[in-house]
C-alpha cells in the first residue's frame, strides 16, 4: 500500500488562524485549484467578519456553481445554530493517501484533499459553540458540522438541517421522488428543472444535476453514523434544503444523541461532465479506514439465483423451496463458473401462523424441505458457496445465535430485506449488522435500503445493497425499461453498488412485454442485459435468470468469465438522457459496456485507453433484427490495438458488451 497520510501545513496554518477570523470567510481549493469551497458569516448577502449567518458557496473553473447557500443545525426548543454566528478561529491541511479496497470500482483509490476546520461561536447568549470541518477534492467538495458538549448542549436533539444548496442558475435536476421518508428507493428517476420541483416534493440522495454553464454536480451524503438519513425539499425557486428522517416514534425528532454530536459529510460531486462522477471513490474517501483486520474472506462473486424466475426448474417434477431445486440451481452455478447460489426467501422454518418467507420466520431453522448443511456440502462440491436471504426482523432478533449458525454452517454471506427506512436507530442498526457479520465472517447485501454512504470501506464486507428499481420490478410492472437503465448509471449508481440483478434472458419488445410472475420477460435486447454485468458495479452479482435461459446462448461464456470487481473504471461516453459506454479493467483484460435508450444509435469506441501490444475483442452485440427479435445477437472476436476504434450499433433498447485480451 502507497500511504502518504497526512499532511499539515504548519505555516499555512498559522496564517489561517487571524486571517480566517479576521475576515469572517475561509477559502479552501481542490489540489487541482478548479473547485473553490468558500465558507463565511454572512449579512447581506456579503460576507461580514462581524459575524451573520453562515453561509458557503462553490465555484468550478471560475464560475459559480452555488451562490451563498445557509448552513445550520435546527435544535428542539432553541434558536437555529448558525443562524448568528461569528468565526473564531481556522486551521486548515492537507492529504494525499491511497488505499487499497477489498473489492469494488477498482483496486484503489487516491484520498487527496484539502481542508479547513472552523470554529464558530454564536454573537449572543448563551453563545454556543460549533465547528465545520470541510474538504475539497479533485472530483467534488464536502462539508460537516460538529458540536461539543457545552453548557445547555449536553444532549443534542437535532429537528432538522439547515443545510441549503442555492444554485448559480435554474438547473436541470434527475430526481428520485419518494413518497415518505419510510422507503425502499425503489422508483424511477426523472428529468425536470430545478423549478418545476413541487415544495413537497421530497427527493432522495443522490441528486444529480446540471448547472448551465457551469458544472454538473451530485448531491448526496458520506459516513452516515448516530444519524438520520438526508433528503431534498425545494422551498424556493433555485434553491434545495435538508430534510432529516424522523424518528419513528417522535417525529419532530431527527437525532437525539448526547453531545459531542458530528453529522455525515454533506457531498457535492462536480465535474464539467457527469460521467466523471461513475469513475470517482470521493463517498468512500469520506469514511473511516477498514476496522476488519483481516479481509481475506470478502471474496467477490457472481451468484445464481432460484427467486426472480419463480424457482422454476426444468424436469424438475416439483420446483419450489426444496432441496432438488436449490441443488439444480447450485450445479448450474458450478458449470457457469460462479462463485455463488443465493437461496431466497422461503428456506427458513416458519414460527406458529407463519411461513418461513415472513418477517415471523425462525432463521436459526430450516423448513422441513430444505436442509442447509447439505446443500452447503452439495455447494462446497462444486467450489460454490452459499448466501441466505433474512427478513430484517428476524436478523434483529436472532443475529446473536443465527450468525454464529451460519458460520458453523458454511455460509458465505446474508442478503437483509425490507428495512424500508433510514432513520438514527435504522442507521445504526445497519453498523451493528455489519460488526456482528465480520466477527462470523459473512458478507452482507441490504435489500429494502437506502442509498450507500460508503460504509463498505469501513465494513467492506457489506459489499453491495439494494436501494434500487430493479430487474425484480419486471415480475409486476412495466418500470424496468432501457431509458430506466441508462439513467441509473449517472445517478443512484453514482453513491455505491448496486443490486439491480441483471441479466434476463427472456428479452421481448417493449409491444411484447407483459409483467409476469414467473419466468419474467425483460424489455430490451439480451446485449443490454449482458453489458449491465459490466455497467452496474455490484460485488455481489446476483444474476436473475433460471439456468434454462442461459442453456446453449453465446452469452453463458461471457458470463462465466465477467469479474465482479475492478481494478481500474473509466467512463467512455455517454450522457443521462441517452446511453452509456464504460470501461472496466480486471487484471490485463478489459472489460466495455454500452447501452442506449429506446433510439437506436452508432457509437465509435477509441481504445486509447489499452495498453501497448496486441489485444483480442471478443464482442457480444445487437444483430441487424435485434430491434425486433430481442433475443438476437452477434458474438465476433476482432485483433486490436490502443490504435484501434470499434464501431458499435445499439438498436433501440440495445447494447454491446466487450471482452479485451491480450493476444497471447
Known amino acids: 500500500m502507497n500511504f502518504r497520510g497526512l499532511i499539515l501545513l504548519p505555516a499555512l496554518l498559522t496564517l489561517a488562524w487571524g486571517a480566517a477570523a479576521q475576515e469572517g470567510m475561509i477559502t479552501v481549493a481542490s489540489p487541482d485549484g478548479r473547485i473553490q469551497m468558500t465558507i463565511a458569516t454572512v449579512a447581506q448577502n456579503s460576507p461580514s467578519p462581524g459575524g451573520g449567518q453562515l453561509a458557503y458557496r462553490v465555484s468550478f473553473a471560475g464560475k459559480p456553481v452555488f451562490h451563498w447557500s445557509q448552513m445550520g443545525l435546527e435544535l428542539e426548543g432553541q434558536p437555529v445554530l448558525g443562524a448568528k454566528v461569528r468565526m473564531v478561529s481556522s486551521r486548515t491541511a492537507s492529504a494525499d493517501e491511497t488505499w487499497r479496497l477489498v473489492v469494488g470500482k477498482s483496486s484503489s483509490a487516491r484520498n487527496h484533499y484539502n481542508a479547513a476546520v472552523l470554529e464558530l461561536e454564536e454573537l449572543a447568549a448563551p453563545k454556543r459553540r460549533f465547528s465545520v470541518e470541510a474538504r475539497v477534492f479533485d472530483d467534488g467538495a464536502a462539508f460537516r458540522y460538529s458540536a461539543p458538549s457545552q453548557t445547555g448542549l449536553q444532549e443534542v436533539r437535532l429537528a432538522s438541517e439547515r443545510t441549503r444548496f442555492n444554485f448559480a442558475k435554474d438547473a436541470t435536476t434527475y430526481p428520485l421522488i419518494l413518497g415518505s421518508h419510510r422507503t425502499s428507493y425503489e422508483d424511477n428517476y426523472v428529468k425536470l428543472p430545478l423549478s418545476a420541483l413541487?415544495?413537497?416534493?421530497?427527493?432522495a440522495l443522490p441528486l444529480l444535476a446540471e448547472v448551465p454553464g457551469s458544472a454538473w454536480v451530485a448531491i448526496t451524503e458520506a459516513h452516515l453514523e448516530n444519524y438520520a438519513g438526508m433528503y431534498l425539499v425545494h422551498p424556493s425557486a433555485r434553491e434545495l434544503?435538508?430534510?432529516?428522517?424522523?424518528?419513528?416514534?417522535?417525529?419532530?425528532?431527527?437525532?437525539?444523541?448526547?453531545?459531542?454530536?458530528?453529522?455525515?459529510?454533506?457531498?457535492?460531486?462536480?465535474?464539467?461532465?457527469?460521467?466523471?462522477?461513475?469513475?470517482?471513490?470521493?463517498?468512500?474517501?469520506?469514511?473511516?479506514?477498514?476496522?476488519?483486520?483481516d479481509t481475506s474472506w470478502i471474496k467477490a462473486g457472481r451468484s445464481a439465483?432460484?427467486?426472480?424466475?419463480?424457482?422454476?426448474?426444468?424436469?424438475?417434477?416439483?420446483?419450489?423451496?426444496?432441496?432438488?431445486?436449490?441443488?439444480?440451481?447450485?450445479?448450474?452455478?458450478?458449470?457457469?463458473?460462479?462463485?455463488?447460489?443465493?437461496?431466497?426467501?422461503?428456506?427458513?422454518?416458519?414460527?406458529?401462523?407463519?411461513?418461513?418467507?415472513?418477517?415471523?420466520?425462525?432463521?436459526?431453522?430450516?423448513?422441513?424441505?430444505?436442509?442447509?448443511?447439505?446443500?452447503?456440502?452439495?455447494?462446497?462440491?462444486?467450489?460454490?458457496?452459499?448466501?441466505?436471504?433474512?427478513?430484517?426482523?428476524?436478523?434483529?432478533?436472532?443475529?446473536?445465535?443465527?450468525?454464529?449458525?451460519?458460520?458453523?454452517?458454511?455460509?458465505?454471506?446474508?442478503?437483509?430485506d425490507f428495512m424500508d427506512r433510514d432513520d438514527q436507530w435504522m442507521v445504526d442498526w445497519y453498523r451493528r449488522v455489519v460488526k456482528k457479520a465480520a466477527e462470523h465472517r459473512l458478507m452482507i447485501d441490504f435489500h429494502g435500503a437506502f442509498k450507500p454512504d460508503g460504509l463498505r470501506r469501513t465494513y467492506p464486507n457489506l459489499v453491495t445493497r439494494e436501494g434500487i428499481l430493479g430487474l425484480e420490478y419486471n415480475k409486476w410492472s412495466a418500470r424496468d425499461t432501457p431509458e430506466h437503465r441508462v439513467m441509473l448509471v449517472f445517478t443512484r449508481l453514482l453513491a455505491g453498488p448496486g443490486d439491480f440483478t441483471p441479466g434476463g434472458f427472456n428479452n421481448v419488445t417493449r409491444e411484447e412485454f407483459e409483467s409476469r410472475n414467473r419466468q419474467p420477460m425483460v424489455m430490451g435486447t439480451r446485449s443490454q442485459q449482458t453489458a449491465l454485468l459490466v455497467?452496474?458495479?455490484?460485488?455481489?452479482?446476483?444474476?436473475?435468470?433460471?439456468?434454462?435461459?442461459?442453456?446453449?446462448?453465446?452469452?453463458?461464456?461471457?458470463?462465466?468469465?465477467?469479474?465482479?470487481?475492478?481494478?481500474?473504471?473509466?467512463?467512455?461516453?455517454?450522457?443521462?438522457?441517452?446511453?452509456?459506454?464504460?470501461?472496466?479493467?480486471?487484471?490485463?483484460?478489459?472489460?466495455?459496456?454500452?447501452?442506449?435508450?429506446?433510439?437506436?444509435?452508432?457509437?465509435?469506441l477509441p481504445l486509447r485507453f489499452l495498453e501497448k501490444g496486441s489485444y483480442i475483442a471478443e464482442i457480444y452485440r445487437d444483430a441487424p433484427d435485434s430491434e425486433r427479435n430481442p433475443k438476437n445477437s452477434v458474438k465476433e472476436e476482432q485483433k486490436v490495438t490502443a490504435a484501434s476504434t470499434l464501431k458499435l450499433r445499439l438498436v433501440s433498447g440495445g447494447g454491446a458488451v466487450i471482452r479485451i485480451r491480450p493476444a497471447k
Not at 413541487?198 to 427527493?203: G, I, T
Open 198 to 203: 413541487k415544495p413537497d416534493s421530497l427527493a
Open 305 to 416: 439465483w432460484n427467486w426472480w424466475s419463480g424457482s422454476y426448474a426444468e424436469g424438475n417434477l416439483k420446483p419450489g423451496m426444496n432441496n432438488d431445486t436449490i441443488r439444480y440451481y447450485i450445479d448450474f452455478a458450478s458449470s457457469a463458473k460462479f462463485e455463488y447460489m443465493l437461496i431466497d426467501a422461503g428456506w427458513a422454518a416458519g414460527t406458529p401462523g407463519s411461513t418461513g418467507s415472513t418477517s415471523a420466520a425462525d432463521i436459526t431453522r430450516s423448513n422441513p424441505n430444505i436442509n442447509i448443511p447439505e446443500l452447503v456440502e452439495h455447494a462446497r462440491q462444486k467450489n460454490v458457496k452459499l448466501w441466505l436471504w433474512a427478513h430484517w426482523t428476524s436478523v434483529d432478533k436472532q443475529m446473536n445465535e443465527a450468525f454464529p449458525l451460519f458460520e458453523k454452517w458454511g455460509i458465505a454471506g446474508v442478503k437483509i
Open 535 to 604: 455497467l452496474f458495479e455490484s460485488p455481489f452479482q446476483c444474476v436473475a435468470d433460471w439456468p434454462g435461459a442461459y442453456a446453449g446462448t453465446k452469452e453463458l461464456e461471457f458470463l462465466r468469465v465477467v469479474p465482479a470487481t475492478w481494478d481500474e473504471t473509466r467512463f467512455l461516453e455517454g450522457h443521462p438522457d441517452s446511453h452509456a459506454v464504460v470501461a472496466r479493467r480486471s487484471g490485463k483484460e478489459w472489460y466495455v459496456g454500452a447501452i442506449t435508450n429506446w433510439n437506436a444509435r452508432e457509437v465509435a
Open 241 to 293: 434544503e435538508s430534510r432529516l428522517a424522523p424518528h419513528i416514534d417522535n417525529p419532530k425528532i431527527a437525532v437525539a444523541t448526547p453531545a459531542p454530536m458530528q453529522s455525515p459529510w454533506r457531498v457535492i460531486m462536480i465535474a464539467d461532465h457527469p460521467g466523471r462522477f461513475v469513475e470517482s471513490n470521493i463517498v468512500l474517501n469520506l469514511n473511516p479506514p477498514p476496522a476488519i483486520a
